[in-house]
């Protein structure tokens, strides 16, 4: 274990952040609080800087732990052939074991929720009862039509090319490359985090890390077994997600025993950074109130 020297000194929560050495990967890891603990996962591309406001909200009453996924942000993978779903959440709940971490839930946005759900079935809280999943305009869909095998395909093609990651972040100006990507998703950032996404895509090591996700990505799996998955699931959507639209929400809501549904109007993808006050208070009403339990 050491530090997080090599973390940029104005990064978001800076001052929280650590490296945890745990084959296969070096973790960047940002720890707030006391009390039960909430694991953040960020979604395809983001990295902790997503949590900025979140975390230290949440951690006033939680002990709060937010990580990067293997190859982004500034977490380095020791295997970058495990950058998948499964081989990601294997690796997040032997570091949870290693750590001695038992989330009382899991908070996932977009691709980081179906992680969480993943994850929820290899980890236990203390009382031996599965961790709670809240997941953000979470992605658990497949693409829909061609897409379904021609974006897979293309982002494997583009994982192979050593080339590809540094042709992307030289194309353009990235502060204009971020505004035209966050505007795709419905959501509207504030100077600061348009700046932060900026900085991101113009990582040649994030980008490829974030192509390689892309491109071993495989949810069927998930997907097929979602009836028999039985831990709280609170699913909260952004009624403006342009990414993932609301209906995902609605129709996996439907197929998972112990869920429901919250839609935020006005929001969208990225709802937790655009409104963090209001979503860290859905949060904190959902962790106070009793599972829920379909008839």
């Known amino acids: 274990m050491s530090g997080g020297a090599d973390i940029p000194p104005d990064w978001p929560n800076r001052a929280c952040s650590r490296r945890i050495r745990h084959r296969p990967h070096d973790w960047h890891v940002q720890e707030m609080g006391s ?24 951690a006033q009453h939680h002990h709060v732990v937010a990580l990067d996924l293997p190859a982004q942000g500034f977490t380095r993978a020791g295997d970058r052939r495990r950058c998948g779903l499964v081989a990601m ?16 839930a899991i908070i996932g946005h977009s691709a980081g929720a179906a992680i969480a759900l993943d994850l929820g079935t290899r980890l236990t809280t203390p009382d031996s009862m599965p961790p709670t999943v809240i997941g953000l305009n979470a992605a658990l869909d497949r693409f829909e039509g061609i897409a ?79 009836e028999s998955l039985t831990a709280p699931c609170h699913l909260i959507t952004g009624d403006n997600d342009l990414a993932v639209p609301p209906k995902v929400s609605d129709r996996t809501a439907e197929r998972l025993p112990n869920c429901t549904v919250t839609h935020l109007p006005g929001l969208g993808h990225l709802a ?21 339990r379909k008839t």
């Not at 890390?209 to 071993?216: D, H, I, P, W």
């Open 35 to 58: 009390g039960e603990t909430l694991l953040l996962l960020h979604g395809a591309g983001a990295s902790t800087h997503s949590w900025r406001d979140v975390l230290p909200r949440l």
């Open 148 to 226: 379904g095998w021609l974006f897979p395909v293309l982002a494997r093609v583009l994982a192979l090319n050593p080339l590809t990651a540094t042709i992307f972040t030289m194309g353009g100006n990235p502060a204009n490359r971020a505004r035209r990507l966050i505007g795709g998703t419905g959501s509207t950032l504030d100077p600061t985090g348009l700046a932060l996404y900026a900085r991101l895509i113009s990582d040649r090591t994030h980008v490829d890390g974030t192509l390689r996700m892309m491109s071993q990505w495989d949810i069927d799996g998930l997907l097929e077994r979602l």
């Open 272 to 292: 937790h950074e655009e409104d963090p006050e209001r979503v860290c208070d859905l949060v904190e009403r959902i962790l106070s109130e009793p599972a829920p």
């Open 89 to 104: 959440s294997t690796d997040i709940a032997a570091l949870c074991d290693a750590e001695g971490w038992q989330p009382r």
